[in-house]
């Protein structure tokens, strides 16, 4: 059984009913590690045990002793025998695949089976075999972005429990500073907590404790640029350079703001909204804000700038790849050069 809707899936954890096999996946470590723990104990009926519990890791994996786990009866008359594989489908060859897909396909009725899966596979064949086989027979579940509103409710909830209050704009402040990784947030709001004691907390307090991540520098970076602040962007160049960050990864991230920006002034241009736009250009549910500002900045400009803006980044790209020049003397100039074509509209 696929659940599609998160809340689905919080019910059935909740509930009764008990898969013999579940597959969790998606870019929230966050919540997949949450959700296998509360399994975990829904399996064992409460008690975490040793004689119980087997764990396996996809790089060592021992199909041998994970079929022996898998087919062992409990220990104790209450409880289920758990066994959990975390693994990246990719890893495995044909033959481990199939082997992996047959343990799976009928398990005992007093064998849980959790497969966590943490990191998205580049080719997604081999994930989606084992989509199909654990949707026969258990339950699977893709948990990656959150909507908007359900990362502030959880990050507010978490301020609330450290004794803190946080607003929704300093929350969506945080969440900017940090992505959308729950695993991330939460480790940074607990450091915020500590820091503040008790009370509300600021975008000041969050400016003094939280280490922005590439992206929000580099989003600083692309605001500064077209606002015309040139000092303020030569200082994030620096900063960048003191945290090592390579220029191939900064021209990157650079370069996917200036395609928001071409993208935000492709949906003014079409009268679309930004929710609308969003959905439309695929942008997730709590990004909807990118695509906004990206139409709020874009105005003004037309699209043959927007075009030789993309072209600098990409002729930077070029010669950083092929011409073995001072890395940061290109990313500056083709800081210099966006900033004279933005003072051209």
């Given amino acids: 059984m696929r659940y599609t809707i998160e809340s689905d899936f919080s019910k059935h954890v909740k509930g009764a009913e008990l898969h013999r096999v579940y597959l969790l996946y998606g870019t929230q470590t966050y919540l997949i590690e949450l959700y296998e723990k509360l399994l975990l104990k829904k399996a064992l009926g409460g008690e975490f045990n040793e004689f119980n519990l087997h764990r396996f890791e996809g790089q060592t994996l021992d199909l041998q002793a994970f079929y022996d786990a898998v087919e062992s009866l409990p220990f104790f008359s209450s409880g289920n025998r758990c066994v959990t594989l975390d693994i990246e489908p990719d890893r495995l060859d044909a033959g481990q695949m199939n082997d992996l897909k047959t343990v799976l396909a009928d398990p005992p009725s007093t064998t849980t089976v959790i497969i966590t899966v943490k990191s998205p596979p580049a080719k997604k064949e081999k994930l989606t075999a084992l989509i199909k086989v654990c949707d026969k027979v258990g339950g699977v579940i893709e948990l990656g972005a959150r909507r908007s509103s359900d990362t502030l409710r959880f990050l507010r909830d978490r301020a609330s429990r450290n004794g803190c209050e946080l607003s929704s704009d300093v929350a969506n402040y945080l969440v900017a500073r940090c992505t959308d990784d729950l695993q991330l947030l939460a480790t940074e709001l607990d450091k915020l907590c ?128 092929s011409s073995g020049g001072n890395d940061r003397v290109i990313l500056e100039q083709t800081v210099t050069q966006l900033f004279l074509l933005c003072e051209a509209h």
């Fill in 194 to 321: 500590a820091y503040v004691g008790e009370g509300p907390i600021g975008k000041a307090e969050v400016d003094a404790v939280i280490i922005p991540v590439l992206q929000a520098r580099v989003y600083d970076l692309s605001r500064a640029i077209f606002r015309g602040n040139h000092t303020k962007a030569m200082e994030l160049v620096d900063q960048l350079s003191d945290l090592r960050e390579p220029v191939a990864r900064v021209l990157a991230a650079l370069s996917g703001a200036f395609v928001d920006l071409y993208r935000g002034f492709a949906a003014r241009q079409a009268g679309k909204t930004a929710v609308q736009s969003a959905a439309d250009l695929g942008y997730a549910k709590n990004r909807e804000f990118v695509i906004r500002n990206a139409m709020s900045d874009s105005e003004g400009y037309s699209a043959p700038q927007l075009g030789q803006m993309l072209g600098l980044l990409a002729d930077a790209d070029y010669r950083l790849k």
